[in-house]
Antibody, heavy 125, light 112 residues
Framework: VQLVESGGGLVQPGRSLRLSCAASGFTFDDYAMHWVRQAPGKGLEWVSGINYNSGNIGYADSVKGRFTISRDNAKNSLYLQMNSLRAEDTALYYC???????????????????WGQGTMVIVSS | QSVLTQPPSVSGAPGQRVTISCTGSSSNIGAGYDVHWYQQFPGTAPKLLIYGNKNRPLGVPDRFSGSKSGSSASLAITGLQAEDEADYYCQSYDNSLRGSKLFGGGTRLTVL
């Protein structure tokens, strides 16, 4: 079971970036997926989640209206489109897998049982 | 300031028992939502340590245990080992306003 993130980098404030997460070793379309971030030296923050069939999506207030989560089950991939980036979005972004199968409502208390190694996003001029 | 409150640091000597608390409120832990715990070593991704308040994933030693009561939860580590030195985070869900998945602020465990 593996999650591999990519797409991070240095970007100017106000610009966009798209993160990707490639999943393997499990039946991707059975599970909700999430993005969790960690600013340098800080704690964990849930960013966004999407259920197994993209029918239910949620965002943290800090990114709502700027970030868009999506998935392509045929490609076993999760994405995060990040627009209007701010300095406070600087963080290591982790792709994570929901522990439960067939979660309909991602806004619940499910745990994250698999994590990728993260991809770093730095927003700076 | 995290909605789930953890002590910034705890410490203990090898072989001792330590506990890490995670204090919430009536809109999260107190509302009956499950609490989960993660262990994170510097420079690595978090690892699920306890899920559903008290359940250990395969491979997690039984030295680690979780409990929940009212609006709080605790992670206990017995027989403390040097390799347990890491950051620990609790996680739950909050149903206030639009709702959100929450993490505690994290606790750094130091093995003396």
């Amino acid at each position: 079971v593996q999650l591999v993130e990519s797409g991070g980098g240095l970007v100017q404030p106000g610009r966009s970036l798209r993160l990707s997460c490639a999943a393997s070793g499990f039946t991707f379309d059975d599970y909700a997926m999430h993005w969790v971030r960690q600013a340098p030296g800080k704690g964990l923050e849930w960013v966004s989640g999407i259920n197994y069939n993209s029918g239910n999506i949620g965002y943290a207030d800090s990114v709502k209206g700027r970030f868009t989560i999506s998935r392509d089950n045929a490609k076993n991939s999760l994405y995060l489109q990040m627009n209007s980036l701010r300095a406070e979005d600087t963080a290591l972004y982790y792709c994570t897998k929901d522990i439960e199968t067939d979660t309909v409502n991602i806004m619940g208390d499910d745990a994250f049982d698999v994590w990728g190694q993260g991809t770093m996003v730095i927003v700076s001029s | 300031q995290s909605v789930l409150t953890q002590p910034p640091s705890v410490s203990g000597a090898p072989g001792q028992r330590v506990t890490i608390s995670c204090t919430g409120s009536s809109s999260n832990i107190g509302a009956g939502y499950d609490v989960h715990w993660y262990q994170q070593f510097p420079g690595t991704a978090p690892k699920l340590l306890i899920y559903g308040n008290k359940n250990r994933p395969l491979g997690v030693p039984d030295r680690f245990s979780g409990s929940k009561s009212g609006s709080s939860a605790s992670l206990a580590i017995t027989g403390l080992q040097a390799e347990d030195e890491a950051d620990y985070y609790c996680q739950s869900y909050d149903n206030s306003l639009r709702g959100s998945k929450l993490f505690g602020g994290g606790t750094r465990l130091t093995v003396l």
